[in-house]
């Protein structure tokens, strides 16, 4: 986990290491200021000027002030670091996801795995940034308050390393406990934040069902799972907790009666107590940090283990053949199951340049299946041969052929918050007069250049149905892909829209492979070739 976590944290490494050294500072003033404290105080055995007393305060002023400062600017570094650390993390697990099968995908409650990337990646870096080094530091500064306590009184030195002693075997004795209630309440947390969007995003589903009764209880139930977790995972960390109080401050009345009794008899100077009293508690911070640490470590390795899950997920196949032109696409004998159930069997066609094929069948037969297959998102999961040109399908870059050779218009067309333009263009530097030819195929009013700046909002609900369907195939005939795929394109449509739409067909048809997918006798009546799944 650590070797992990460095690779986010390093790529920051000159503003690492300035809080790095600024910890070490920090630990060195931490340390320093009692015994300053503790020299002032006995100052007062002996004779001492007023100026020597205030120039003292003066001293300890100084380092009060060195210190806030060095803070502020160690916790500026952190957040800095952290939050750029965290999105890398991020980042890297979300470009991860988008190359694996969306079969996978589409198996996943998406706002559970939103919530669960995020928390996780935060956990696992918070710790590796914060916890572990200030165990560094807890370490490094317990080492030498424990030296100086040893050369100031021996017995407080025992008590202290016994004190040490114990709270490590109550850790121990926590450990595997708090592991297994971190990661149930972990998870449980994530359901329940998925359950919560499930409320928002049914809620119109949810009204013309009258389903408020069964989805509230499905809510309540996930929170009393989520409760239960949270309830046992608190109530063992506060067990560990007060365990560690109750040593404290057993031990602190052992140092007040080893302390006091020396004061008493002329063995030590108050100034001396006073520091060893504050180193005391000091070690006993550092102690519960040092404790703390494994109790955090276990909380960050159950967010490791999540994140790892989720890298470990095997990503797609993909070779390595770029195709500029496409001839011809061969299907041999192409089957496809999902989750068992068996979708397309024994296809077979060939498609070839020049040609506008027709796609037909009864609703879930599999046409939108294939359109997904031939579009390379099943590329692991279809059996049988795919073959463009000469090369089989697994063989091709098909991130390569998705960017300039096939397109799609989707059934339900996808569009971004943001301008008519952009929904055409893809934030893609396109010449003005190819998409003004294609728009004019539709003669569209609200498609007119007067209107590319209109903006459509995030549902897409200030624009019709037939109003997409045009946006989403202007947008494919501009990207002017060799295989062109229309999947239901007119249904939304009128029909001057249906007529539109086969004339820009019929122009741009002679060098390109087209596939339209339709119950519309209209439309599959001027296709050269009707293939039936």
């Known amino acids: 986990m650590i ?17 790095f050294l600024l910890g070490i500072i920090l630990c060195g ?12 105080i006995n100052m007062f055995n002996v004779e001492t000027t007023y100026s020597a007393m205030l120039k003292f305060i003066f001293l300890l002023l100084l380092l009060y002030v060195a210190k806030e400062i060095v803070c502020y600017v160690n916790k500026i570094l952190y957040i800095r670091i952290q939050t750029n650390a965290a999105f890398s993390l991020n980042f890297e697990i979300v470009n ?5 099968s969306p079969l996978v995908i589409g198996r996943t409650d998406l706002s559970y795995l939103s919530q669960r990337i995020n928390n996780d990646a935060n956990d696992v870096l918070i710790f590796f940034i914060s916890s572990l080094t200030e165990l560094i530091f807890s370490v490094f500064s317990a080492g030498i308050i424990l030296f100086m306590i040893w050369k100031m009184d021996s017995i407080a030195f025992i008590v202290t390393m016994f004190l040490l002693a114990l709270y490590f075997f109550i850790y121990i004795g926590f450990k595997k406990r708090i592991y297994n209630c971190s990661y149930g309440m972990k998870e449980e947390k994530s359901n329940f934040f998925s359950r919560l969007q499930e409320q928002l995003e049914k809620i119109e589903f949810i009204k013309i069902h009258s389903m408020d009764s069964f989805f509230s209880n499905r809510l309540v139930a996930s929170y009393q799972k989520l409760y239960r977790s949270i309830f046992k995972q608190q109530a063992t960390i506060q067990a ?21 009794k020396k004061i008493l008899t002329g063995d030590m100077q108050i100034g001396y107590f006073y520091m060893i009293s504050v180193y005391f508690n000091m070690i006993l911070e550092y102690g519960k940090e040092i404790v703390a640490y494994g109790q955090e470590y276990q909380e960050a390795y159950v967010s490791f283990e999540r994140i790892k899950s989720i890298l470990e997920i095997k990503e797609q196949s993909k070779g390595c053949i770029r195709l500029n032109e496409i001839k011809q696409i061969r299907i041999q004998d192409l089957n496809f199951a999902y989750d068992q159930k068996e979708t397309i069997k024994s296809f077979s066609t060939n498609l070839k340049k020049g040609k506008v094929y027709g796609l037909k069948g009864e609703n879930g037969c599999g046409k939108s299946t294939l359109i997904k297959i031939l579009m390379g998102m099943y590329v692991d999961e279809y059996q049988g041969n795919i073959i463009w040109n000469d090369t089989e399908m697994r063989n091709l870059d098909m991130d390569y052929i998705r960017e300039h050779v096939i397109s799609v218009t989707e059934q339900e067309p996808t569009l971004i918050a943001d301008t008519i333009y952009n929904n055409i263009a893809l934030y893609r530097k396109l010449d003005v007069k190819c ?33 997409k369907q045009k946006i989403a195939i202007i947008r494919q005939v501009v990207q002017d892909g060799q295989v062109m795929i229309f999947d239901e394109p007119t249904s939304a449509m009128d029909e001057s829209g249906k007529k539109q739409f086969l004339q820009l067909i019929d122009q741009i048809k002679n060098h390109k492979i087209i596939i339209i997918v339709s119950h519309d006798n209209a439309i599959l009546n001027t296709c050269d070739e009707i293939l039936i799944l």
């Open 3 to 19: 070797k992990f976590c460095s690779k986010y944290v390093f790529q920051y490494k000159i503003e690492y290491g300035i809080y």
């Open 29 to 40: 003033l931490n340390t320093f200021i009692p015994a300053a404290m503790g020299q002032f």
């Open 96 to 100: 991860h996801l988008k190359k694996i």
């Open 240 to 260: 560990f907790a007060n365990l560690e109080g109750i040593v404290g401050a057993i031990s602190v009345c052992i140092l007040l009666w080893i302390g006091g």
């Open 435 to 467: 998409i003004q030819r294609a728009v004019d195929c539709f003669g569209d009013s609200i498609l007119k250049r007067d209107n590319w700046d209109l903006q459509i909002n995030e549902k897409s609900s200030n624009i019709s149905g037939g109003e």
